[in-house]
């Protein structure tokens, strides 16, 4: 079953998929306009049931690095926040809808990609839960909600307890009066950590290495311009002024910074072996637990693209050094959205602007070289 055939194809209908939908959008109003080329005709499929990406999924407590002024996508400024501390995910949410919705985006969803494969003659063939797609281009925009990480330990099958990752953690209150063990050194660990205290008849936070702060005046504008100047850099062969990494794991949001304050926060080094009841130490010190909370983050979700053959660096794609979004050897294929191994910062709201912006515009030339400019789609339905 075809389910349409467009220029560009995006994959994920999160915030970096919304933000590639900007900047087509805008070409497509432009040319409508009688300024610059044809409009590329394009759709963006979204795997969740509603607006909101992987947003939509996070605990009730969870707030940005950065105010509201300072999170936006291109275009369209997130509305203030008027609570305490920086905005919630559930105002992103609000945002990432209407940001949607004010642009008309051609967003279908829920679609479900199977696998992505060269189509015989030029492009893509994207193969769906609702039939195949044919396109010029591919933007891969998945992200990594979808694949979370959870290390293998010794006796985790014999633990009697309860085990769940970040991505099944909507708050506290379910886990009133339970003895739990956060497990993580970042800033999911941190603020699941402090969310906790309150609740929890025993907390006990593990990482594998100290938990290093960033200075407390230190947020995520902060931390984009830091990533790209160190990124930037590695890539000219130039001196770098030192990534993220450089400054901490930690960014010190009120709550993490109250419960660090109070002393509440004291992180035990990385337990070795799970009990049948808790977890043991090498130095043979056991603690009785009832929940372990795996804050251990996420791989890209790229399964769907392994029909392709993709060369690889590492644990992910290679990527064209000029353009780092763009695959190696692979005019028409883009990740967007996957943090610095395919651009600085991309995985942020207040980041994935502009390599949207080149992204989009890569995208546009791959088209007139090939001269393969579809009629537009329809709206999805």
């Given at each position: 079953m075809t389910a349409g055939a467009v220029d560009v194809l995006v994959i994920g209908g999160g915030q970096a998929g919304l933000a590639a939908g900007f900047y087509l959008h805008r070409i497509a109003r432009d040319a409508a306009r009688g300024r610059g080329g044809p409009a590329p005709s394009y759709a963006i499929l979204d795997a969740h049931e509603s607006p909101g990406g992987a947003w939509q999924y996070y605990w009730d407590t969870l707030e940005l690095f950065s105010p509201a002024a300072y999170s936006s996508l291109p275009g369209y400024q997130m509305p203030p926040w008027t609570g305490a501390g920086n905005p919630s995910a559930a105002h992103v949410v609000a945002y990432l809808r209407t940001y949607e919705q004010r642009y008309g985006l051609p967003v279908h969803r829920p679609v479900t990609v199977h696998a992505v494969q060269d189509h015989p003659d030029g492009g893509y063939l994207t193969h769906t839960d609702r039939g195949t797609w044919e396109s010029t281009v591919v933007i891969n925009a998945t992200g990594s909600w979808r694949r979370p990480f959870v290390p293998r330990m010794t006796g985790a099958q014999e633990f009697t307890g309860s085990q769940l990752h970040t991505t099944g953690y909507r708050g506290r209150a379910a886990f009133?009066?339970?003895?739990?063990?956060?497990?993580?050194?970042?800033?999911?660990?941190?603020?699941?950590?402090?969310?906790?205290?309150?609740a929890a008849a025993q907390l006990t936070w593990v990482t594998r290495r100290p938990p290093r702060y960033l200075p407390d005046d230190v947020d995520g504008r902060a931390l984009f311009a830091l990533a790209t100047s160190h990124v930037r850099a590695v890539r000219r062969g130039e001196p770098s002024p030192g990534g993220v990494g450089s400054l901490g794991d930690i960014v010190a949001v009120p709550p993490v910074r109250e419960a660090r304050d109070a002393g509440h926060l004291q992180a035990q080094p990385m337990f070795s072996t799970f009990t049948p009841t808790g977890i043991r130490w090498d130095d043979g010190r056991t603690v009785e637990v009832d929940v372990v909370l795996w804050c251990t983050g996420f791989r890209p979700a790229l399964g769907h693209l392994r029909p392709l053959g993709l060369a690889m660096d590492d644990t992910t794609p290679a990527t064209d050094r000029?353009?780092?979004?763009?695959?190696?050897?692979?005019?028409?294929?883009?990740?967007?959205?996957?943090?610095?191994?395919?651009?600085?910062?991309s995985a942020t709201l207040v980041g994935v602007g502009a390599p949207a912006r080149t992204?989009?515009?890569?995208?546009?030339?791959?088209?007139?070289?090939?001269?393969?400019?579809r009629a537009p789609s329809g709206r999805p339905g």
């Amino acid at each position: 079953m075809t389910a349409g055939a467009v220029d560009v194809l995006v994959i994920g209908g999160g915030q970096a998929g919304l933000a590639a939908g900007f900047y087509l959008h805008r070409i497509a109003r432009d040319a409508a306009r009688g300024r610059g080329g044809p409009a590329p005709s394009y759709a963006i499929l979204d795997a969740h049931e509603s607006p909101g990406g992987a947003w939509q999924y996070y605990w009730d407590t969870l707030e940005l690095f950065s105010p509201a002024a300072y999170s936006s996508l291109p275009g369209y400024q997130m509305p203030p926040w008027t609570g305490a501390g920086n905005p919630s995910a559930a105002h992103v949410v609000a945002y990432l809808r209407t940001y949607e919705q004010r642009y008309g985006l051609p967003v279908h969803r829920p679609v479900t990609v199977h696998a992505v494969q060269d189509h015989p003659d030029g492009g893509y063939l994207t193969h769906t839960d609702r039939g195949t797609w044919e396109s010029t281009v591919v933007i891969n925009a998945t992200g990594s909600w979808r694949r979370p990480f959870v290390p293998r330990m010794t006796g985790a099958q014999e633990f009697t307890g309860s085990q769940l990752h970040t991505t099944g953690y909507r708050g506290r209150a379910a886990f009133t009066g339970q003895r739990i063990v956060v497990v993580g050194g970042g800033n999911s660990g941190a603020q699941v950590a402090a969310d906790l205290l309150p609740a929890a008849a025993q907390l006990t936070w593990v990482t594998r290495r100290p938990p290093r702060y960033l200075p407390d005046d230190v947020d995520g504008r902060a931390l984009f311009a830091l990533a790209t100047s160190h990124v930037r850099a590695v890539r000219r062969g130039e001196p770098s002024p030192g990534g993220v990494g450089s400054l901490g794991d930690i960014v010190a949001v009120p709550p993490v910074r109250e419960a660090r304050d109070a002393g509440h926060l004291q992180a035990q080094p990385m337990f070795s072996t799970f009990t049948p009841t808790g977890i043991r130490w090498d130095d043979g010190r056991t603690v009785e637990v009832d929940v372990v909370l795996w804050c251990t983050g996420f791989r890209p979700a790229l399964g769907h693209l392994r029909p392709l053959g993709l060369a690889m660096d590492d644990t992910t794609p290679a990527t064209d050094r000029e353009l780092p979004t763009r695959a190696r050897g692979r005019g028409g294929l883009f990740f967007l959205g996957h943090g610095d191994w395919a651009s600085p910062a991309s995985a942020t709201l207040v980041g994935v602007g502009a390599p949207a912006r080149t992204t989009v515009a890569a995208a546009i030339e791959h088209l007139t070289r090939t001269s393969q400019v579809r009629a537009p789609s329809g709206r999805p339905g």
